[in-house]
């Protein structure tokens, strides 16, 4: 297993600051000791080798990771994210776009991620004790550790949060700053959303302009979703992907992703640090809030150069918020990967640490459902907790800064055809629980 990096408290979602790993070197008594290569400073950012698996299979005989914090922190937010993944397996949509989100056939075909859902689930709720649980699952699932960032399994995992906003559907005093709709000429892929730029004519498609640019130039007029207090509100919706907007009238409106344009996303926090505007020690989102209120113009500046601009549609808010898969995400179980060297759905064990309301650290060994992805969340190095709606979520996303290391299960081929889907199966007499 690997061995867990130390970890530093700074902002979730895309606050996030590189991390930096430092050595230090003692001398002996009797004279000076050679020191030590350094470590290298963590690359979570680091690309696959072309044609790379960002998974490495367990071989037989190698020690499974200790499942006994996942199993005692089983409850029915588990279930509940166990629930949305079935959901989205039962989709008509996802066999067709598995292969193309995950085209890795040689870790596992579609057939065997859905249903180690469903035999997931099953050994989940029959198993009388650990032991039960931990010899069936042994028996019928392999296991998949993360290569990381560094081909050992180191992940980063940040936190992010769906936050509530007063806003506006119409521009008036104390609501000026606003997000916009999806524009018709935005490319992007049909199958992995990713952008591919900004369709000018029939046969063309440039890159998008900066934020700035886009946001001097006019060119989304008319396309005003909703309007914001600040600024930083604006910002910080659009780094989220979503938001629960709280409207004068007393009405709620859900907002969430519609698309993103191609430019390069860079976090304001690191923007604000390397500027010495705040110190490392010190950032958090409040914070940032608090130094927008003296300064918003440092502020503005450091938010133009990430030049990732996101676009919003309203959702009904029974599904919301929804990750990528299009269900709804569940706290501190869903988690949000790239969608290009990972899974998507896959059931997952993460290993690493978590922040408290009051900042102190604890273990955090949970299953987890691969539900999401995000804009800062690229390679195999990096992933994202989904910590909950609201102010309290937000102080759980703000702390979460820390390295560990994350494995995925798939049933073996020989038990697959045993747990099919509800809508595959057929009147032949099941074969029951071969665990």
Same mark, same amino acid.
């Given at each position: ?22 050595c230090?070197v003692?001398?002996?008594l009797l =004279? ?17 080798? %072309? ?5 490495r ?5 190698e020690?499974?990771?200790d499942?006994? =914090?996942?199993?005692?922190?089983? #409850? ?6 166990l629930a ?15 292969? &193309?989100?995950? %085209? !890795? ?33 042994m028996?019928?699932?392999d296991?998949? &550790? ?7 399994g ?9 936050p509530? !906003? ?14 916009y ?8 892929d049909?199958v992995?959303?990713?952008?591919l730029g ?5 046969g063309e498609v ?11 130039s006019?060119?989304l007029?008319?396309?005003e979703l909703?309007?914001?207090p600040?600024?930083l509100?604006?910002?910080?919706? &659009?780094v ?6 709280l409207?004068p #009238?007393?009405?709620?409106?859900f ?11 860079? =976090? ?8 010495g505007?705040?110190?490392e020690?010190?950032l958090?989102l ?29 959702? #009904? ?7 990528s898969l299009?269900?709804k995400?569940t ?9 290009s060297?990972?899974?998507p759905g896959?059931?997952m !064990?993460?290993?690493?640490?978590s ?9 955090f060994q ?6 999401d ?7 195999p190095?990096?992933?994202?907790i989904?910590m909950?709606?609201?102010p309290?979520?937000?102080?759980l996303?703000?702390? &979460?800064y820390c390295?560990?290391?994350?494995y995925? !299960? ?10 099919p ?5 057929t ?6 629980n071969a665990g």
């Amino acid at each position: 297993m690997h061995a867990m990096q130390g970890c530093t408290r700074t902002i979730g979602l895309s606050f996030k600051l590189s991390f930096l790993l430092f050595c230090g070197v003692t001398a002996g008594l009797l =004279g000076c000791e050679t020191p030590p290569p350094p470590l290298p400073v963590a690359d979570f950012a680091r690309p696959l080798a %072309p044609g790379e698996c960002a998974l490495r299979k367990l071989e037989p005989g190698e020690a499974w990771p200790d499942l006994a =914090g996942a199993w005692k922190s089983r #409850d029915a937010y588990l279930q509940e994210a166990l629930a949305q993944d079935q959901t989205w397996y039962e989709s008509p949509s996802s066999r067709a776009r598995f292969p &193309q989100m995950f %085209p !890795f056939p040689e870790v596992c075909t579609w057939d065997q991620a859905s249903s180690s859902v469903i035999a997931f689930r099953q050994i989940l709720n029959e198993s009388a004790d650990q032991a039960a649980f931990n010899s069936a699952f042994m028996q019928m699932f392999d296991c998949w &550790q993360t290569k990381g960032w560094n081909g050992k399994g180191g992940v980063l995992f940040t936190g992010y949060y769906a936050p509530e !906003f007063k806003a506006s559907l119409t521009m008036t005093a104390g609501f000026e700053f606003p997000i916009y709709r999806r524009p018709k000429e935005l490319e992007t892929d049909p199958v992995t959303g990713k952008a591919l730029g900004r369709r000018i004519s029939e046969g063309e498609v440039v890159p998008w302009p900066t934020r700035a640019e886009i946001q001097s130039s006019g060119m989304l007029n008319g396309l005003e979703l909703a309007w914001f207090p600040s600024a930083l509100d604006a910002y910080i919706v &659009q780094v989220n992907g979503s938001a629960k907007l709280l409207l004068p #009238d007393g009405k709620v409106l859900f907002i969430g992703y519609a698309g993103a344009t191609d430019g390069e996303y860079v =976090g304001l926090g690191t923007s604000l640090v390397a500027s010495g505007a705040i110190p490392e020690s010190q950032l958090n989102l409040s914070s940032i809030r608090r130094f927008y209120e003296k300064d918003p113009t440092t502020v503005m500046a450091a938010m133009s150069l990430n030049n990732r601009f996101t676009f919003f549609q309203q959702y #009904d808010g029974k599904n919301w918020p929804a990750g990528s898969l299009g269900v709804k995400v569940t706290d501190k179980v869903s988690l949000a990967t790239d969608k290009s060297v990972y899974p998507p759905g896959g059931v997952m !064990f993460v290993s690493t640490q978590s922040s408290s309301y009051s900042g102190s650290r604890q273990p955090f060994q949970r299953f987890m459902l691969d539900q999401d992805t995000g804009g800062a969340i690229r390679a195999p190095g990096r992933a994202d907790i989904f910590m909950g709606i609201g102010p309290s979520a937000e102080i759980l996303a703000g702390g &979460q800064y820390c390295e560990g290391t994350l494995y995925y !299960f798939f049933l073996k081929p020989e038990y697959v055809s045993q747990y099919p889907l509800p809508a595959r199966k057929t009147a032949a007499k099941p074969t029951g629980n071969a665990g």
